[in-house]
């Protein structure tokens, strides 16, 4: 059904090609529901991989909570504290966007004296939540009620969608930090504060664990990066097409005050989406280049000649970055963050002129 709906989108886009401002209006729209889509059929098509990851996640944290590893603990503590910061501020923000998409047009015709005069008079249709295409007509009685219906229920599924599949992916991010911070305090303590007497086979084992536990994180922060990495190099470039039209729109002249809230509350709606998989990304990032230096930190000095061969090797085994991609030319991070805002800008001043 999502995908017939996505299809009657771009069916009505080509109808409605020649008029630029309702053309923008239904492709900030659009876009965003392909994306919906793709993402709810990447996640059913990989799922198989994605119960590895989640079961990965799950087995690993229990049996680190298990031991009695006060820092360990700690950590696994704040980082699911923010986590579920991170899932409720998400679930909030698209929330009140799935509503402000629903409410808007209602809002907008009521607060309009304009449109009152013309709904009283026959000549002007009722307003659509989305545009869409219909084999009926929906511009008044039953098709329009059961347009709006659809129009609803699209709304609330696709909401779900994206609430879900992107809190997922920040969360899954948030634990690859969480994880990479406590290797690098492993790795800290692997011999202890250098007065700790630590034997041969003791220190081969700890090494050995932490050489474990990173090769885990490289293997399943791959996995990951290959089932995001292309619903995000979609989404970037889409995302940059809908933040331009939604800013054409909110300058365009004849928008009313309520039109105005809701693009406005869709546009940061759409900044915050890019910011939080380009943020805690980064974080990832950022984190995976400092694990090799808890290595250096440790009391290494303490130890023979094989012990510190060991260290060395350890060391540059934990040099490699774990990296998140939007398929295979963009790096998720700040930096890709801002480049986008500025293309976004530059599309806007285009059409603006153009416009003029």
């Known amino acids: 059904m999502a995908i017939l709906f996505v299809l009657s989108q771009y069916v009505e886009l080509y109808f409605i090609r020649n008029d630029l401002a309702m053309a923008l209006k239904n492709l900030s729209v659009t876009m965003l529901s392909t994306v919906c889509v ?27 909570l298990y031991k009695p590893d006060y820092l360990t603990k700690n950590t696994i503590r704040k980082y699911t504290e923010y986590s579920r910061f991170v899932t409720y501020f998400y679930w909030t923000l698209v929330t009140a966007t799935v ?22 008079s026959g000549a002007s249709s009722y307003p659509e939540i989305m545009s869409s295409w219909v084999p009926f007509d929906k511009t008044q009685g039953c098709g329009y009620l059961v347009l709006t219906l659809i129009h609803v229920l699209i709304c609330f599924y696709g909401g779900g969608i994206v609430a879900n599949y992107d809190s997922n992916a920040v969360v899954l991010m948030c634990f690859f930090a969480g994880q990479l911070k406590i290797l690098k305090i492993n790795c800290e303590r692997l011999f202890g504060n250098g007065e700790e007497i630590v034997s041969y086979k003791e220190a081969v084992e700890r090494i050995r664990i932490c050489h474990h536990h990173h090769i885990l994180l490289i293997k399943y922060s791959k996995v990951f990066n290959s089932l995001l990495s292309p ?17 054409v729109q909110l300058t365009t002249a004849g928008t009313t005050s309520m039109q105005q809230i809701w693009i406005a509350e869709y546009l940061i709606a759409l900044v915050a989406q890019l910011f939080l998989y380009c943020w805690h990304s980064h974080k990832v990032l950022h984190m995976s280049l400092q694990v090799d230096s808890g290595v250096y930190t440790s009391a290494w000095w303490s130890q023979d000649v094989r012990i510190r061969r060991s260290v060395l090797l350890l060391g540059g085994q934990l040099k490699k970055k774990v990296m998140f991609t939007a ?5 998720l991070n700040i930096a890709t963050f801002v480049a986008i805002l500025k293309g976004s800008y530059s599309y806007y001043t285009l059409l603006s002129k153009r416009g003029e």
């Open 38 to 64: 793709v993402k709810a059929g990447t996640f059913i098509i990989w799922q198989k991989y994605w119960k590895d990851i989640f079961n990965y996640v799950s087995k690993l944290e229990k049996n680190q």
């Open 99 to 120: 509503f402000s998409l629903i409410l808007a047009p209602l809002a907008s015709y009521l607060s309009s004296f304009q449109n009152k005069e013309l709904g009283d």
């Open 231 to 247: 619903v995000m190099f979609l989404y970037i470039i889409i995302c940059s097409l809908m933040i331009c039209a939604s800013a």
């Open 327 to 331: 398929g295979p030319f963009t790096d």
